[in-house]
């Protein structure tokens, strides 16, 4: 018989394991798919979960009744071998029950597939052009017409070099969000100014190639307001892990003061012709615009990157000549 300090000692190691098992499945629904902010996405996940039953209930039916065959049949139990050329009843049926499991699969699969390239009717149309290796985004019809920004990663050099703790939105945070009305049919044209780019939003459901002299195209429609991220999804050079995608859903109220404010910006920041640029000026103009695509090649101290052929600015006599301002 149990004494009570064993019975105590396994209730002890199935609670821990009860926890353990609890712990890992709390950690398996972060693994899924990201949650889902529009239709057409939550269609995908449905989708998937549609397909992994079904793909479960065919491998366990299967694998089972040939477990079950070889075991039952095996020849220590004195089961001889069957011998036999062919078999037209079992050929149809291996033939007849996969087509229709195909068809069971691909319908609903087809008519979201369907649905995905239908980008006639959009609200909004925003350009995406893929650059080694920031997004350039062009507002080309639509509330906001005319509105243009380049969107690069501002997470800093000292967290991707390891100096830093991560921040919370590593290596997914820029300086310009695209911005989206909630509820509204928004169509994305792709294209690249060098390599093949992706541009990916998993929380909409959405990824679209961005190729060089090519224009594709996608659409989502955002339900819920908020802030998700994205990545370009094709690998495209040293920088690649490099260039998120930030997408902000707002109300329409708020999307309207976005795209106003936005463009008067616009305005505003153009370059008058007749300015005098003063060397403090153009030496802040200069950080920034370094900041923003030159850092990626010649790296933040200037120490250039070798294997793409991309000098060192650092110490470089052209690059600390002399200037003619004050």
Not at 225 to 246: D, N, S, T, W
């Amino acid at each position: 018989m149990m004494s009570s300090q064993s019975v105590r000692r396994i209730f002890t190691l199935a609670c821990a394991l009860a926890a353990a098992a609890a712990a890992g499945a709390a950690q398996a629904l972060e693994w899924n798919l990201q949650p889902a902010a529009s239709a057409m996405s939550a269609e995908i996940h449905n989708l998937h979960e549609y397909v992994m039953i079904l793909v479960t209930v065919i491998f366990i039916g299967v694998f089972g009744f040939m477990f079950y065959a070889c075991w039952a049949h095996r020849k220590s139990k004195g089961h001889p071998a069957a011998q036999f050329h062919e078999n037209t009843t079992v050929e149809i049926i291996w033939t007849v029950i996969p087509a229709i499991i195909l068809v069971i699969f691909a319908w609903p699969v087809t008519k979201t597939v369907i649905a995905q390239k239908d980008t006639s009717a959009a609200d909004l149309t925003i350009k995406a052009t893929g650059i080694q290796w920031k997004w350039d985004y062009e507002y080309i019809k639509g509330e906001g017409e005319g509105i243009h920004f380049v969107a690069t990663l501002t997470t800093p050099r000292d967290q991707i070099e390891g100096r830093a703790p991560k921040g919370e939105h590593y290596l997914l945070e820029v300086d310009n969000e695209v911005v989206v009305p909630v509820g509204k049919k928004v169509r994305i044209l792709t294209t690249a100014a060098d390599v093949v780019h992706a541009w990916w939003m998993p929380a909409f459901g959405v990824k679209q190639d961005a190729i060089p002299g090519f224009i594709r195209d996608i659409w989502f429609r955002a339900d819920k307001v908020g802030v998700y991220r994205g990545q370009c999804a094709e690998l495209c050079g040293k920088e690649h892990g490099f260039m998120p995608i930030v997408v902000r859903v707002a109300s329409q109220e708020d999307y309207s003061k976005w795209a106003g404010e936005k463009q008067k910006a616009m305005l505003a920041a153009a370059d008058d012709p007749t300015k005098t640029w003063t060397l403090p000026d153009l030496i802040a103009r200069g950080e920034k615009v370094y900041a923003a695509n030159c850092v990626a090649c010649h790296q933040a101290q200037g120490q250039g990157t070798p294997a793409i052929k991309a000098p060192a600015l650092a110490g470089n006599k052209f690059v600390m000549g002399a200037h003619n301002g004050p």
